[in-house]
Each structure stands twice: as structure tokens, then as C-alpha cells.
T-cell receptor
């Protein structure tokens, strides 16, 4: 049972435009959310995170929005650059349960077209 | 140093072989993880070590045996694997299993092929 879902397996965006990647989750125990970027044959690289006490976190070109009532988060990349082309994984953690393992979504492959 | 180093990068082994995957970090992290990732699937947690003690085993078959010799090293011993165990094995570390709001750093992974 996939508790973290990324319903768009792929997304293509023109360079300079905004990329919006979406993620939904089902477990209400999740209270910390992360986005990872992954290139082929490499491990995931941490991008940005957000705690459930916030609804927005920004770091340079990357902004993550959290809508707890809808159990939905999104990653905005603006402006998109060709080097952003990779697979993006959303991940969630149920910290209050005492566990610290990450539950990953299935990933969205972003292609930024020059 | 924010690196998690995994060796080897690639491994081909027969079903009767015994091999080990190695992971090392020097960030002072006290939680270390093994994940398994099949093609076009998300990483799935296998084991978590916290302060060198095994704290989570996600019902992984005994042909996978983790070991944490010290706070910087994590091994995964492999014996009598099946072809379906072929996958990318990822090691990760984070500051502390119990501390919230900390990200996990991942290694590049070991691409394992069982023949």
C-alpha cells in the first residue's frame, strides 16, 4: 500500500518557466516531508524539507508548499534550469511515532527543455 | 564532509556466493539505514541502526544480514541471494533516529545483480 503518491510519472517544462511537482499522502501520522532529487546511477540528494507546523518553506529557487487538510504537498522550481532535469522523490516521515524511516513516493521525472 | 560512501558501486554475484556491501560516513551521524530500490520503484526501507544497534528490520529475509561495526560504518552481508534480489542498494545516514526534522543523506548506491 503506497502511503506517499506522486501521480505524475513525468513532467516537461521549458527552461525559465515554473516546474510544479505534486505529492499526496494518506498517513496522518506523517509530520515531516522532504524532497529528494535523483540522477541515474546516483543516490537521492536532499533538496528541501518542511515540517507539518508550517505551510511553506523556501530555499532559493525551490519552494515547498504543504496543505495538511488535503494531505498534499508540492515543490515549485522557478526558474527551471536544464540541470534540474532528474527524478524527484517526495518522502514523508512519521516522527511522532518514534520512527525515523522515510516513506518515498514513486517519483516524477522532470525534463527541463532548453 | 557531507558524503556517504558506498562500495562497491557495482556487484555481480552468483546465488551461492557470499558478498558484503559497505557504507561509510564521517558526519557524526548516529542513525544509518539500508534501502533497496527496484527499477521504477521508490526506495524501500530495509534496516535502521541507531547508535550502532539495530532498531528497525522491515521483515527482511535472513539472506540479508546487516552489521554496524562502529558509528561510521554499516555493512550488509549477502548470502544465497535470488535473482529477484537484484536492485540498487542505498545506504543513508542522519543525525539521530529520534531527532525530528533532520534529513537523511544518501550514498550513490551499489547496483547488485544476482545471476
Amino acid at each position: 500500500d503506497q502511503q506517499v503518491k506522486q501521480n505524475s510519472p513525468s513532467l516537461s517544462v521549458q527552461e525559465g518557466r515554473i516546474s510544479i511537482l505534486n505529492c499526496d499522502y494518506t498517513n496522518s501520522m506523517f509530520d515531516y516531508f522532504l524532497w529528494y532529487k535523483k540522477y541515474p546511477a546516483e543516490g537521492p540528494t536532499f533538496l528541501i524539507s518542511i515540517s507539518s507546523i508550517k505551510d511553506k518553506n523556501e530555499d532559493g529557487r525551490f519552494t515547498v508548499f504543504l496543505n495538511k487538510s488535503a494531505k498534499h504537498l508540492s515543490l515549485h522550481i522557478v526558474p527551471s534550469q536544464p540541470g534540474d532535469s532528474a527524478v524527484y522523490f517526495c518522502a514523508a516521515r512519521p516522527t511522532k511515532s518514534g520512527a525515523n524511516n522515510l516513506f518515498f513516493g514513486t517519483g516524477t521525472r522532470l525534463t527541463v527543455i532548453p | 564532509d557531507t558524503e556517504v560512501t558506498q562500495t562497491p558501486k557495482h556487484l555481480v554475484m552468483g546465488m551461492t556466493n557470499k558478498k558484503s556491501l559497505k557504507c561509510e560516513q564521517h558526519m557524526g551521524h548516529r542513525a544509518m539505514y539500508w534501502y533497496k530500490q527496484k527499477a521504477k520503484k521508490p526506495p524501500e526501507l530495509m534496516f535502521v541502526y541507531s547508535y550502532e544497534k539495530l532498531s528497525i528490520n522491515e521483515s527482511v529475509p535472513s539472506r540479508f544480514s546487516p552489521e554496524c561495526p562502529n558509528s561510521s560504518l554499516l555493512n550488509l552481508h549477502l548470502h544465497a541471494l535470488q535473482p529477484e534480489d537484484s536492485a540498487l542498494y542505498l545506504c543513508a545516514s542522519s543525525q539521530d533516529r529520534g531527532r525530528p526534522n533532520t534529513e537523511a543523506f544518501f550514498g550513490q548506491g551499489t547496483r547488485l545483480t544476482v545471476v
